[in-house]
């Protein structure tokens, strides 16, 4: 019987050992057609036009601060400056895997496959195995936990069939919610010279989440994610340690330096603060934690 992921399936006339990104594609795949009614295309003329121009300053500071209400500005710092947004992006992966639940496209139960690209990504990672398949429920914590590449790789395939095609659709998804100077190419936020974005955007995208998709943004408070007996303990370490956090993603490669984009409620007020290029861990979550006690 046809897995419920499978239901809405597209062929393409592609092999999956001839994909555009080298990757051989899950069997239940190709369900960007299912979710927009046709098959998954390039950003349209449109979307190139609002395309960032230039490329992300390396591990170059920048940070905002907004009302996570009515999105005023309370703090900027460079907040259009071009930068790498690392593990961010995945806010935007499950933004998309929050949309196909919404539509009916997969229920938390949906199996998704993993292919051999998606087993092979480096760390951060929980070691899917290729031939194997995980749940939503699962891959929705693995992202918002421990941010594993692998498990975005996963998704991006199995809900837009490739993942470059689900990157087309991670930057249209951008452009409709006024995310001007992002563009993706991938699903995990690896280094890549395309992935860029600015603070104001990944502010932009977790006002859009905890906004559109409230109930599901919750997956963001977990401290911990348990898989295949191992426990993987939060990448955001002001969970439990500064009072009103509630999320919701850090990032770090080399070429991006630390970055984090955190929500609190305190007193009334609900904020979100990004930082980007942060020198460490430890200096990131220290300016991210002054910035909120500042404006909370």
């Avoid at 990448?235 to 999320?247: I, K, Q, S, Y």
Wanted: proline residues 4%.
């Amino acid at each position: 019987m046809a897995s419920p992921v499978a239901a809405g399936a597209v062929q393409t006339g592609q092999t999956s050992d001839a994909l555009p990104d080298g990757g051989a594609a899950p069997e239940n795949a190709m369900l960007a057609a299912s979710a927009v009614g046709t098959a998954p295309r390039a950003p349209g003329p449109a979307s190139l036009a609002l395309a960032p121009s230039g490329g992300a300053v390396a591990r170059a500071h920048s940070a905002i601060v907004i009302d996570a209400r009515s999105g005023k500005v309370l703090h900027e710092e460079d907040a259009d400056g071009l930068r790498n947004p690392a593990s961010l992006s995945k806010m935007m992966t499950l933004y998309l895997l929050f949309d196909a639940l919404d539509a009916g496209i997969v229920t938390l139960d949906s199996p998704l496959t993993v292919s051999r690209k998606a087993a092979s990504q480096p760390p951060a990672r929980i070691g899917v195995k290729a031939g194997t398949t995980i749940t939503v429920d699962q891959a929705i914590r693995a992202l918002a936990v421990k941010s594993a590449n692998d498990v975005a790789v996963v998704v991006a395939e199995n809900i837009g069939g490739t993942e470059t095609a689900f990157a087309h659709r991670m930057t249209r998804k951008a452009r409709s919610l006024g995310m001007r100077r992002t563009n993706f190419v991938n699903a995990s936020g690896l280094e890549d010279p395309g992935q860029v974005t600015t603070a104001r955007d990944m502010a932009t995208l977790a006002r859009a989440l905890k906004r559109n998709h409230a109930r599901r943004a919750r997956n963001f408070t977990a401290r911990s994610f348990t898989y295949n007996g191992r426990t993987y303990k939060t990448t955001n370490n002001l969970l439990g340690r500064v009072a009103g956090v509630d999320g919701i993603k850090t990032g770090y490669i080399s070429k991006a330096g630390y970055n984090l984009a955190a929500s609190a409620r305190r007193g009334g007020k609900s904020i979100i603060a990004v930082v980007i290029g942060g020198k460490t861990e430890a200096k990131r979550d220290r300016e991210v934690t002054n910035l909120l006690e500042r404006y909370l």
